[in-house]
């Protein structure tokens, strides 16, 4: 459960910092959208990993890391739907490593239900007569 905690908490890291973002003046921009999907998402994949024990919630924990650092990475390389950013200031920084974490978090919790998944498949069925 600690895993799913931090899991959760570098989720509504990077939503709240997307919100502070978005509030800053990227509403004004093309991607400005996109922040308000990523606040809404980063907080209900942090209810769902911390209330629903299943494999789905830990899939959106690292897709959503990886999804949003992939789209910081494009914009400050190539450039994002014409937004071209940088890699400087606090809040790219607790940004980008929130999202590390909910890839690495996402990862092993996928990892352990994986290892947990083919001892249940083993075990001998019972039917009731």
Partial sequence: MRLRVVGAAALLVSAGVHLYLWFDGVRHQTVGPMFL????????IATLLLRWDHWVPAFLTAGFGAATLGAFVIASTVGLLG????????????????EVVCIVVGGVLLLRRRSVTPQLASRPRTHAS
């Fill in 37 to 44: 999907v990523n606040v809404v998402a980063g907080i209900v």
């Fill in 83 to 98: 937004v071209h950013t940088v890699w400087s200031g606090g809040s790219v920084w607790a940004a980008a490593i929130s």
